[in-house]
């Protein structure tokens, strides 16, 4: 794609993005699912106006990491600490159980292999696609729904940045075991070592911007030095210690969130993802999907494990949520919160395409999870949130 042909497409996705985001906002359901079904219509499955780009993926970049910045920014770090612990384990079970049930969905479909072959790889690898989660979304309708801050909304976005974490670690692992050359215990230590990095920087950087926060009030600058603040942790985080970008930015979101002018700063954030990183991000789910290679086989697999990557993730989070005594409604919010799969499956899934441990043809059978999990969740979090009272201060109902 040429530069001139990127901002006509760039101008399709923002107009197309933005009249599926009313039409379904009119329909009662979130607009972010809107935006999602735009990419499918202007993308290759259906007009073939817009296809993927690497100016396109790198503005989807640049969105999901504002989203997770804006995130981090609206958390109540007290709320954070309280829920810390039971993060953890909803993570780890959202994890684990994903893992297991795509294992057993490959071995009843293609045969178990023995421990250490090829087939058996391959199975644990479909299993790991399935413990990834994408809290953008949710994020984005817990945003429109005004629960993003409360209690449940925070313990989903914790576990989700957990998940991921512990996801990364499972893949090194799984690839470590195919590769000799790879080094799973070095993804542990850079972990640990991007906590600890965090909570350094942490401390210095948020007295710094408390000064400049006192002297400079509800200034423009504020918001300028938070956005490279995140810019540069999440650069760091992927290129220095191998964690998702993502997590770099909902840290940045953190270290600023008790600032008084923390809203401010969101606001300001959510201007730009609001116009356009924000569109850019959703609707590039639809873009890269393409249905051209589906047969029959394909078709039933990929019905499968789009539905085990859905059930297991509501059972491994949703259980474990309803064992630490929240009820059946709440739980059910934080396993259909958590169930989304985005930007992380595709890396793992693109990760095992270059290992030689996912068959090409199984990537579609991924964008299909992407998709409906994407077009599903919000959805169903606001047929479980219908007659709550929202307590968030700052929904993003505009239009």
């Given at each position: ?21 009313l ?11 809107g ?17 993927q ?7 989807s ?93 925070t ?10 974490v ?76 191998g964690i ?22 969101a ?21 890269i ?94 047929l ?16």
């Open positions: 794609m040429d530069r001139i042909s990127f901002f006509r497409d760039l101008a399709i996705i923002i107009v197309s993005a933005k009249v599926c985001g039409i379904a906002q009119k329909l009662k359901a979130p607009q972010v699912v935006e999602i079904i735009a990419g499918l219509v202007i993308g290759p499955c259906c007009l073939g106006w817009v296809g780009s690497d100016y396109l993926s790198l503005l970049e640049i969105g999901v990491v504002m989203l997770m910045f804006s995130a981090g920014l609206e958390t109540s770090l007290k709320d954070l600490m309280k829920t810390g612990p039971k993060a953890f384990l909803v993570a780890c079970m959202g994890v684990l159980v994903p893992l297991i049930g795509g294992s057993l969905l490959y071995g009843a479909f293609y045969g178990f292999g023995a421990i250490g072959s090829d087939k058996f790889f391959r199975a644990v690898f479909i299993g790991t696609i399935m413990t990834a989660t994408s809290v953008g979304i949710t994020v984005q309708a817990l945003k429109e729904l005004g629960h993003l801050k409360e209690n449940i909304g313990l989903i976005m914790s576990s989700a940045i957990i998940d991921d512990i996801g990364i670690i499972v893949l090194t692992f799984v690839l470590g075991f195919k590769d000799p050359d790879s080094k799973p215990t070095d993804v542990v230590i850079h972990t640990l070592l991007f906590v600890v990095f965090s909570f350094c920087i942490g401390f210095l950087t948020y007295y710094i911007f408390k000064l400049i926060d006192k002297k400079y009030y509800h200034q423009r600058r504020i918001p300028i030095l938070g956005l490279a603040l995140c810019m540069f942790l999440a650069f760091a985080a992927e290129e220095f210690f998702a970008d993502i997590t770099g930015a909902y840290v940045a979101g953190l270290i600023l969130c008790s600032l008084n002018d923390s809203e401010y700063i606001r300001k954030v959510d201007i730009n993802s609001y116009m356009i990183f924000g569109p850019v991000f959703f609707a590039s789910i639809g873009l999907t393409d249905f051209s290679g589906f047969n029959a086989g394909i078709l039933i697999f990929s019905a499968a494990f789009v539905l085990t990557a859905i059930v297991t993730k509501i059972i491994g989070c949703g259980l474990t949520a309803r064992l630490m005594r929240y009820n059946t409604r709440d739980s059910l919010k934080i396993g259909v919160g958590m169930m989304t799969r985005g930007e992380v499956a595709l890396i793992v899934a693109k990760k095992g395409l270059s290992a030689d441990m996912l068959d090409p043809k199984y990537f579609a059978s991924v964008i299909l999870l992407i998709i409906v999990s994407s077009i599903a969740a919000p959805i169903i979090l606001k479980l949130y219908k007659g709550d009272t929202t307590s968030d201060s700052n929904i993003a109902a505009e239009s």
